[in-house]
């Protein structure tokens, strides 16, 4: 069992960053695959970044790829995701998500857990 507890979200300007952070608790969270997705209003949840349990694979959404980076620290862990130049599209509800395979995926449906989610806001 993996409790996430997602932190660092806000309301900033469009170019800001923001490093979002994902609290893990459970000894196992080093065998999990991590996965960042978002949820804008009225739209359906997407995926925007995953990585492998050992942090030794990433992927990404194309149309994030270059401004958005993510990371874990499996000695803590916690995993992470640093947003730069954000955009108003960027606004959205931002989970973390964990699932019991090593290997990364893209698919919210193949991870088991997930955190409550932080808030991203945007402005132009």
């Known amino acids: 069992q993996v409790q996430l507890v997602e932190s660092g979200g806000g309301l900033v300007q469009a170019g800001d960053s923001l490093r979002l952070s994902c609290a893990a608790s459970g000894r196992t969270f080093s065998s999990y695959a991590m996965g960042w997705f978002r949820q804008a209003p009225g739209k359906e949840r997407e995926f925007v970044a995953a990585?492998?349990?050992?942090?030794?694979?990433?992927y990404y959404a194309d149309s994030l790829k270059g401004r958005f980076t993510i990371s874990r620290d499996n000695a803590k862990n916690t995993g992470a995701l640093q947003m730069n130049s954000l955009k108003p599209e960027d606004t959205a509800l931002y989970y973390c998500?964990?699932?019991?395979?090593?290997?990364?995926?893209?698919?919210?449906?193949?991870?088991?857990?997930w955190g409550q989610g932080t808030q991203v806001t945007v402005s132009s």
């Open positions: 998500a964990a699932r019991t395979i090593r290997a990364l995926s893209s698919r919210a449906t193949s991870y088991e857990y």
């Open positions: 990585i492998s349990a050992s942090g030794s694979s990433t």
